[in-house]
């Protein structure tokens, strides 16, 4: 994903160029990048110009996945949670617009 917010710096042959930085999908899921601040600090995702906070979206994917998991009997593990993610996209969409719904109100 190419950030809208922050730019690269990039030095070629003498000549300063400043394009987007390009972002890893977060979980895989597209549109949605990961940034990630040291180990000090909370990581973030970018997603249409904003940047929240990674917790706020992975505590309520988590809640969701531990009440499958108990529902279908498995065990829940970071493995399955990834593919959890990717699966269910569309939910991980809707939690961030309601967030974002949230701090413009």
């Not at 990039?10 to 597209?30: A, R």
């Not at 110009?49 to 969701?64: A, L, P, T």
């Not at 996209?89 to 949230?102: G, K, S």
Request: proline residues 3%; charged residues 35%; aromatic residues 16%.
């Amino acid at each position: 994903m190419i950030s809208t917010i922050e730019r690269d710096w990039i030095c070629k042959n003498g000549v300063f160029y400043f394009p987007m930085k390009e972002l890893p999908d977060w979980y895989g899921i597209p549109n949605i990048g990961f940034v990630y601040h040291g180990e000090w600090s909370d990581s973030e995702v970018e997603y249409k110009g904003k940047r929240i906070n990674c917790n706020d979206i992975e505590e309520v994917m988590w809640e969701n996945y531990r009440e499958d998991c108990l529902e279908e009997r498995r065990e829940d593990t970071f493995d399955r949670f990834y593919i959890y993610m990717k699966e269910h996209q569309n939910e991980v969409y809707e939690i961030l617009e309601e967030i974002m719904n949230r701090e413009e109100n």
